[in-house]
C-alpha cells in the first residue's frame, strides 16, 4: 500500500491537514532547534516539515518515494526533492546530520531496509526521527488523512526494529490527540485537546514520534550468533586410518630397497 502525493499535498492544504503539521512539526522543531550549518533530509513527505530548517541548515532535501511521486519542493528557488528508491539513496555514506521519516515506514514494504539506509547517510553522531502512526490510536483507523494508511506501529514496536537496524532511541513522544475530524469546533479546541493530551499522556494519540541516534558499535549479541553459523571443520581423514596408510606406504619403502 502507498500514498499518492496528490492527496498528500491535498491534505496538509486542508484546515485538518494545517493541524497536523502545527502539532508535528512543534516537536520537530523543539527536537532540532538549531540546524545550523547541518544538512538535513526528509524522507516520505516531509515538505511540511522542512520548511523552517531552510534559513538557517547547509542543505535541506526532500527525497519521495517511487510509489508515491514526486512534487516540485520548495515553491519558490531551485527544487530541491527528487523521485527515489528509499532502500537505495542516491547519497554516499555518513552524509546527512539529521533525517526525518514521515509518511514513509508505515507503507514501506521493506522497512528495515529503508532505516538500514538512513543509518547508511547518518552522519557519526547524526540524528534521525520518525513519525509513524500509532496502531491504537484514532488517526490509524480512518483512511480519510494519511496516518490512516500502511501498516500503523505500537511503540514497542518502533523501539525492536530501530534496534535491529543499530540505532538507540534517545526521546519518544506522541502527537495528534485531537480527532481526525474536520469539524469546525474540533479544530478551534484542537491546541487544547493537544495541550491536554501532552500533559496527562492519554492513550489514543494519533502518531508516534521517536528520535534515535545510530550505534557505531556491532551489538555482541550479533558476533556470537555469526560465530555459531560457522561449521565445525574435522580432518578428511580419520587419524587412525591416516596413520595406517603411511605404514604401508613405509613398508613398502623398505621391502624396494
Not at 181 to 189: I, M, N, V, Y
Request: a positive charge.
Amino acid at each position: 500500500m502507498s500514498l499518492d502525493v496528490v492527496d498528500l499535498r491535498r491534505f496538509y492544504a486542508s484546515p485538518l491537514g494545517r493541524v497536523a503539521q502545527r502539532f508535528v512539526g512543534r516537536i520537530v522543531r523543539e527536537r532540532w532547534d538549531n540546524c545550523a550549518g547541518l544538512s538535513v533530509l526528509g524522507i516520505g513527505y516531509a515538505p511540511p516539515y522542512l520548511g523552517v530548517f531552510r534559513e538557517e541548515a547547509l542543505r535541506v532535501i526532500a527525497f519521495m518515494p517511487a510509489e508515491q511521486g514526486v512534487v516540485n519542493w520548495p515553491e519558490d528557488g531551485p527544487s530541491a526533492s527528487a523521485l527515489v528508491d528509499v532502500t537505495m539513496l542516491p547519497l554516499p555514506d555518513s552524509c546527512m546530520d539529521r533525517v526525518l521519516v514521515v509518511h514513509a515506514l508505515e507503507v514501506s514494504p521493506q522497512p528495515r531496509e529503508l532505516l538500514s539506509e538512513v543509518w547508511r547517510i547518518l552522519t557519526p553522531g547524526g540524528r534521525a526521527m520518525i513519525v509513524a502512526p500509532n496502531r491504537t490510536g484514532v488517526w490509524a483507523r480512518f483512511e480519510s488523512t494519511p496516518f490512516g494508511e500502511g501498516q500503523p506501529f505500537s511503540r514497542g514496536q518502533l523501539r525492536t526494529l530501530m534496534r535491529e537496524t543499530l540505532f538507540t532511541p534517545i526521546h519518544e513522544t506522541e502527537a495528534l490527540y485531537v480527532p481526525p475530524f474536520a469539524r469546525p469546533f474540533l479544530l478551534r479546541g484542537a491546541a487544547a485537546f493537544e495541550r491536554l493530551g501532552g500533559r496527562l499522556a492519554l492513550p489514543g494519540a494519533g502518531v508516534h514520534i521517536i528520535e534515535a541516534t545510530k550505534q557505531l558499535y556491532r551489538p555482541v549479541g550479533l558476533r556470537k550468533s555469526m560465530r555459531r553459523v560457522l561449521p565445525q571443520l574435522a580432518p578428511v581423514w580419520p587419524a587412525a586410518g591416516f596413520s595406517q596408510d603411511r605404514r604401508d606406504m613405509d613398508s613398502t619403502d623398505q621391502s624396494s630397497t
